[in-house]
């Protein structure tokens, strides 16, 4: 069995460094993927710097892969030698358990992920069960899928999750790695979109990507201007939120969904909850048939992610990339 050959690092915040490692048999129920193409998620970055204290090292990052089976185990199901799949933040459930069989495999209690106690995309191939080794509809091209992997299936969800009608006005909470794949779902939906943004320079692109009208929060009385309006809020960023205000700006029955993971605790008023009847809620990514609707989703509406592309051998420079909040809007690696 060849070696596999990846970029790791051996602590946290450490560089990446070339790799090797043996894959040993295997699995039956997994399958192999020559990896063309790995996006870079801010995810990575959390986890190379430990930054949720369950990183392994060496840690080899690259959770939004792309690439062709190249080998199937004896109970792999679904897939063929040489088909193009892809590979998002899930890479094994027990397929046993109560969310398993009720089509939640990515709320299992036992789900592995892709880069947490094994080794990710950042590499030559990879290895997952078949469940999450998703086929790609011809319509995608390899190198803009893999932020649809992850990224695009932890937007889209809240539309299947919460049954959003297309008469549904929904807000978007930031205009980067997820916001902007955020707006296209949401326009494409049929629904009145609203960007919510601290940037002036941003409203031109947020209107391109699909937004009807776009609110820079630093200006005062922003969020007053539209209270009782929307139905949902989908929230992107990873910092603190002003729950009073946006409860606030939600119709009754509105609700709240954050998908950026905030490591602080969220301030709640209940009276915000009661009042309107409100709700806040959270979801990780998807399950593998939520990822199979996003994807002829994406394909049909001709949704896709801005990306940037690094060669995989300047997997360095592009994680510095990302680390200083240029990156536009994610980066693609592309093996080399």
Not at 35 to 56: A, E, F, P, Y
Not at 266 to 294: N, W, Y
Request: aromatic content about 6%.
């Amino acid at each position: 069995m060849p070696q596999i050959k990846a970029y790791a690092a051996h602590k946290a915040k450490g560089p990446l460094q070339p790799f090797a490692f043996e894959p040993g048999e295997l699995g039956p129920e997994e399958a192999e993927i020559k990896v063309t193409h790995c996006g870079i998620c801010h995810s990575d970055l959390s986890m190379l710097d430990n930054d949720w204290g369950m990183s392994k090292y060496p840690f080899v990052p690259g959770h939004e892969a792309v690439g062709t089976v190249v080998a199937l185990g004896e109970e792999a199901k679904g897939l063929a030698i040489g088909q193009r799949v892809g590979v998002g933040w899930s890479a094994s459930s027990c397929l046993s358990c109560s969310e398993c069989l009720s089509g939640d495999q990515h709320l299992c209690a036992n789900l592995q992920g892709t880069i947490v106690g094994r080794y990710g995309g950042f590499a030559d191939r990879l290895r997952v069960q078949w469940t999450w080794a998703r086929p790609l509809p011809e319509g995608l091209g390899s190198e803009k899928t893999g932020p649809l992997l992850c990224g695009g299936v932890t937007v889209f969800s809240p539309f299947l999750e919460h049954k959003i009608p297309s008469t549904a006005r929904v807000g978007v909470i930031g205009i980067g790695g997820l916001g902007h794949m955020a707006l296209q779902f949401a326009n494409k939906w049929g629904c009145e979109v609203h960007a919510f943004t601290t940037s002036n320079n941003k409203e031109d692109e947020a209107r391109k990507l699909g937004a009807h009208v776009v609110h820079n929060t630093k200006n005062s009385g922003a969020l007053a201007r539209i209270a009782g309006s929307l139905d949902l809020i989908i929230s992107t960023i990873n910092a603190p939120l002003d729950v009073p205000g946006l409860l606030g700006t939600l119709a009754p029955r509105g609700r709240l969904h954050v998908v950026g993971a905030v490591l602080q605790p969220l301030e709640v008023p209940a009276f915000g909850l009661i009042a309107g009847s409100k709700s806040i809620s959270g979801s990780p990514t998807g399950s593998p048939a939520t990822i199979d609707r996003m994807l002829a989703f994406s394909a049909r509406h001709g949704i896709a992610p801005i990306i940037e592309k690094f060669p995989l051998s300047k997997v360095n420079d592009a994680l510095e990339h990302l680390r200083s909040g240029k990156a536009r809007y994610r980066i693609v690696l592309v093996n080399d």
